[in-house]
């Protein structure tokens, strides 16, 4: 009813292959890369700062109507 495999070697392992490496940025792409990265970084110093102005703004306004 069921195959004898046990005198048969087992098949080889699978490996899967090595991944791709991504393609490297030309110097136009790296550029823009750049400046995106010190747009965040510029912005992220900025909304802390924007946000309690914000608030500031708010609670002015609270007192003054009230």
Do not use: H, Y
């Not at 400046?35 to 700062?49: E, H, N, T």
């Amino acid at each position: 009813m069921f195959m004898d495999f046990r005198d048969q070697t087992p098949p080889p392992r699978w490996t899967p292959p090595p991944p791709a490496r991504p393609p490297k940025l030309s110097q136009a792409e790296e550029r823009n890369l750049t400046r995106l990265i010190l747009a965040f970084l510029l912005f992220s110093l900025l909304a802390p700062i924007g946000g309690s102005t914000v608030v500031i703004g708010v609670r002015a306004a609270w007192q003054a109507l009230f």
